[in-house]
């Protein structure tokens, strides 16, 4: 199994700070074209792939929306679910549909919702669900 490359690693080859393997990564333009080349060149002779879930957490936001979605066979709720998604795209997020957490709610069973950093904003289908927002 190949070991994974971290920033610090491609920092380190590159002979640059983590920060500026970050620019490159997140803001290219602020960084000098010699060192972006070269930063870039070593990002792929290790297949460095950046760590999403280690961005959110050191940025404390995310680019995930959470959706309860009360039944999914229903058609409204998929068409509801289909078009939150493609606005979601459109605006560079992803959308999580945990349908399973209402369902194990209502059994007072369900993991811990919603979810502590994964989701930043949650969209819930219409009806209270008390362990979210206090709702």
């Given amino acids: ?5 971290s920033i610090k690693e491609v920092a380190r080859l590159a002979d640059v700070s983590v920060g500026t393997v970050s620019n490159v990564l997140n803001r290219p333009e602020k960084v000098a074209e010699g060192t972006r080349i070269r930063v870039q060149r070593i990002i792929e002779q290790t297949g460095f792939v950046r760590s999403e879930s280690a961005r959110q957490l050191r940025a404390g936001s995310s680019r995930m929306l959470a ?10 709720f998929v068409s509801v679910a289909k078009g939150a998604e ?9 959308v999580m549909l945990p349908q399973y957490a209402t369902t194990l709610a209502a059994r007072g069973r369900a993991l811990p919702w919603p979810p502590a950093r994964s989701a930043g904003c949650w969209c819930g289908s219409g009806r209270p669900y008390r362990g979210c927002h206090g709702g």
């Fill in 86 to 94: 493609r606005a979601a795209r459109d605006a560079g997020l992803g």
């Fill in 67 to 76: 959706m309860l979605v009360l039944d999914m066979a229903n058609p409204f």
């Fill in 1 to 5: 199994m190949a070991q994974t490359v």
